[in-house]
């Protein structure tokens, strides 16, 4: 088993759309196996917190809508729709093991600004004191089409150092992170197992996302892992495609996956402001300035990674 796994006792889950959505409907045997995932690993004595993307996969779906051609009216009312089926299915996933669930629906104010950063924090640190399991998304219905984060994978690293988890799991449709992609040159991609330090040629091998639903890609995977690892947090990049992919990352079964190395602890950021300020999307941190566009707000600057940025202007 991987160390940085193994010492982690609290952990932000992340999961996508492509995983968890399947021809319009919740995958229910990935959901269920997840569910037996974090029952075993609580038994363990680890806080599991979740971040689920599937609202606008499900609202599109029950409202007989075609992505591509969404105004962000419809788009936020397809989420709405959706959100609520998405909720239900974690709490009747969870339910079967006497979990209870919460939902958390976060806008970019909520993680970037100080106050509402400190309500976000107040109310997932009650949670996970009471043996809640937050459920996480993006508050779809509300986000506007400048400020909002679009991909789960930035929302969910900086869930993890606002609560100072040690590790970020994202599971993902590939199973970590490659020198090129392995979709189109799987000859010549090689596998990375391990990376300390993201440097530029790290970012360079990002691309785009080509699943229908899902915002990120390995680009918006990249950004969340540089947001995590400077607050101390673990991240690791780990396929989903299995039925328990928690439990193959306990047994530490002969699986291809790749862990971002942190850069100290999260004991040593775990001072709120400190922690609030290092993983801020303000600063052009998540990539290299040519590959990001600046967003302006009044006195404020919004900084958000290029990938993302196409993918929030599509559809
Ligand atoms: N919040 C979006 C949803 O629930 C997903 C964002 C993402 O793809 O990461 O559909």
Redesign the pocket.
């Known amino acids: 088993m991987l160390d940085e796994y193994k010492n982690a006792k609290r952990l932000v889950i992340?999961i996508?759309?492509?995983l968890l959505?399947k021809d319009g409907a919740i995958n229910r045997a990935r959901l269920v196996g997840l569910a037996q995932d974090i029952d075993a690993a609580r038994k363990e004595g680890r806080e599991i917190i979740v971040v689920?993307?599937?609202?606008?996969?499900?609202?599109c779906a029950r409202l007989g809508l075609g992505r591509s051609s969404l105004s962000l009216e419809q788009s936020q009312a397809a989420?709405a729709t959706?959100?609520i089926a998405?909720v239900q299915g974690w709490q009747e996933a969870l339910g079967a093991y006497d979990i209870d669930a919460a939902q958390i629906l976060l806008t970019f104010d909520n993680t970037e600004e100080w106050q509402g950063y400190l309500n976000a924090r107040g109310t997932l640190q009650s949670l996970i004191k009471m043996g809640v399991v937050p459920i996480i998304?993006?508050n779809?219905t509300v986000a506007t089409q400048e400020l909002r984060?679009?991909?789960?994978?930035r929302?969910a690293a900086r869930v993890a150092n606002m609560i100072s988890a040690e590790c970020l799991v994202l599971l993902s449709d590939v199973d970590g992170l490659y020198t090129k992609s392995p979709k189109t040159n799987p000859d010549e991609a090689e596998h990375i197992a391990r990376v300390e330090n993201i440097t530029d040629d790290i970012l360079a091998m990002g691309g785009e996302?080509d699943?229908t639903?899902?915002?990120?890609g390995m680009i918006?995977k990249l950004a969340a892992a540089k947001i995590a690892t400077e607050a101390g947090c673990h991240m690791i990049l780990t396929s989903g495609r299995t039925t328990n992919p928690l439990a193959a990352l306990e047994a530490g079964k002969e699986r291809r996956n790749t862990i971002f190395v942190a850069k100290g602890t999260p004991a040593i950021s775990r001072a709120v402001h400190s922690n609030w300020v290092a993983g801020r999307l303000t600063a052009a941190r998540a990539l290299t300035a040519a590959e990001s566009v600046t967003i302006a707000r009044g006195a404020t600057t919004h900084t958000i990674a290029s990938g993302a940025e196409k993918?929030l202007r599509r559809g």
């Open positions: 992340k996508g759309s492509a959505i689920s993307s599937g609202a606008l996969a499900l609202g989420a959706g959100q998405l998304n993006e779809d984060y679009g991909d789960n994978d929302l996302s699943s639903f899902g915002s990120g918006t993918a």
